[in-house]
């Protein structure tokens, strides 16, 4: 079930832009990933890099996949204890 795996955007809207921009825009996908900004109307790409999101962004990519952070997560019991005590029910 999806609603579970909560991420802070609309998934499917979302990939669905990154997938045409890197079909369209090549220049915009570089080494790491996509390019910090860019304006096609200018042909202008940000050249720096700056990864400090990447990381976060590979944890909800992942979890949107597969789960797996999610489930890992909740193996804790400190996790499962504070799920419980604010009135969220397992499905």
């Known amino acids: 079930m999806r609603d579970r795996r909560i991420l802070p955007f ?10 045409n921009v890197r079909a369209n825009y090549p220049k ?11 304006n096609p109307l200018t042909n202008w790409y940000d050249p720096d890099v700056i990864g400090i999101d990447l990381g976060i962004t590979m944890l909800m990519a992942e ?5 797996l952070i999610w489930k890992t997560f909740m193996k ?3 996790a499962q ?8 029910k397992a499905v």
Not at 10 to 19: G, K, R, T, Y
Not at 28 to 38: I, L, M, P, T
Not at 63 to 67: L, T, V
Not at 81 to 88: D, I, P, S
């Open 10 to 19: 609309v998934f499917p809207d979302c990939f669905a832009v990154l997938s």
């Open 81 to 88: 204890e504070a799920m419980q005590k604010v009135g969220f």
């Open 63 to 67: 979890n949107q996949r597969s789960g």
């Open 76 to 78: 804790n019991r400190e």
């Open 28 to 38: 915009a996908w570089g080494r790491y990933s996509f390019v910090d900004a860019f």
